[in-house]
């Protein structure tokens, strides 16, 4: 087949991380897989799909311009004659789902979100039947869209889109020699809840018995000045790394992970964290909770900074630990997302739409 891959935009972050390692299954099986983005926003996840050897087209438009994304998708589409649509969030799944009947083609649509918006989720159940199938990329999220689009089972399965290597680097341990390193990587978005890691780090200070910690945050984004602004007044021991290409190398370099987010999907950055060999801190979001046990970080309600506040308390209070709980973390999500089940799960559902379209 022909696959045309339908994405809201090429920003360094989110769903457009794994296309390389999503696509790479679709061509190792025989594929052909063409990239349309509906807008660029920071550009930054382009170079990586570049080196995967895609062949990426991005519109130059904003995220609001929903007809102007439409009639260039529906030129694109016609000019490259796919066999197959594939979409990914909701603005692209429903756009490529009226191209799709438009061009009388089949949609594949993925979901990403464990917490679909209201509007969001009426508009996807009421388009949900131009989609002949809909994957959830976890657990957490298959259970979302499965209640809130009341998919029947032969229009929804499930292919977790991390992908954990045994080749990732291993973070070193803590010496003593050098303050606890704490560290967070994604956007400065609201919803990552890094108002609350503030706030929690504001009352972290006030525990004693502590040995010394910094907490580095990398990411960019609209929330930055505020940010910045709340590090200033308290003084706090938190940096604001900015964007970071390399989340490997920033991951490799931490003793603690913390992922204080109001709501999340899979999650891949705190996955990684946990290949890195890092010990993670997160809010009860998404995957998170079925992933972390209390042998390789906590879980924490979201919002709750002094809940936040404590879980950091009682694993800095034992630093020497956070090496083997990092371990078992590793271990973890080798077991629960190892790259031949992501290879072979992506192979199953390809073979699956072969036969039936």
């Not at 199938?133 to 292919?159: F, H, N, Y």
């Not at 706090?236 to 992970?257: C, E, H, M, R, W």
Request: proline content about 6%.
């Amino acid at each position: 087949m022909k696959i045309a891959y339908v994405i809201n935009s090429v920003e360094g972050g989110g769903a457009a991380l794994p296309v390389p390692a999503i696509t790479q299954v679709m061509r190792d099986n025989g594929h052909e897989v063409i990239v349309l983005a509906l807008t660029r926003r920071d550009g930054r996840a382009i170079k990586p799909m570049l080196q995967a050897g895609l062949t990426v087209h991005v519109r130059e438009g904003g995220r609001k311009d929903h007809l102007a994304a439409l009639t260039w998708l529906n030129r694109e589409i016609a000019e490259q004659r796919p066999d197959l649509i594939w979409t990914s969030l909701t603005r692209a799944t429903l756009l490529g789902q009226l191209v799709g009947l438009r061009r009388r083609l089949p949609v594949v649509s993925w979901q990403h979100s464990a917490r679909l918006k209201p509007a969001n989720a009426r508009l996807l159940r009421l388009m949900r039947g131009l989609s002949r199938l809909w994957i959830a990329d976890s657990t957490c999220v298959e259970l979302e869209t499965e209640r809130k689009l009341g998919l029947s089972a032969d229009k929804l399965t499930c292919w977790p889109i991390f992908r954990a290597s045994d080749d990732f680097p291993v973070a070193l341990p803590w010496t003593g020699a050098a303050p606890v390193r704490i560290g967070s990587l994604g956007r400065l978005h609201p919803v990552k809840g890094y108002d609350d890691l503030c706030a929690a780090v504001r009352l972290l200070s006030k525990i004693e018995g502590l040995p010394a910690y910094e907490v580095h945050i990398a990411g960019e984004g609209d929330e930055r000045d505020k940010l910045a602004a709340l590090i200033a007044r308290d003084n706090l021991p938190i940096v604001l790394d900015g964007y970071n290409a390399d989340p490997k190398q920033f991951l490799s370099t931490l003793q603690l992970y913390v992922q204080p987010s109001h709501w999340e999907g899979l999650c891949l950055a705190a996955h990684e964290a946990l290949l890195c060999g890092v010990p993670v801190i997160a809010s009860e979001a998404g995957e998170l909770p079925h992933t972390i046990t209390r042998s390789c970080g906590r879980i924490v309600p979201p919002k709750d900074p002094e809940a936040l506040a404590l879980a950091l308390a009682a694993l800095l209070r034992q630093p020497q630990d956070l090496a083997r709980m990092g371990e078992a973390g590793r271990v973890r999500v080798l077991s629960r997302f190892d790259a031949a089940s992501f290879d072979r799960r992506g192979a199953e559902i390809l073979a699956g739409l072969e036969r039936v379209l």
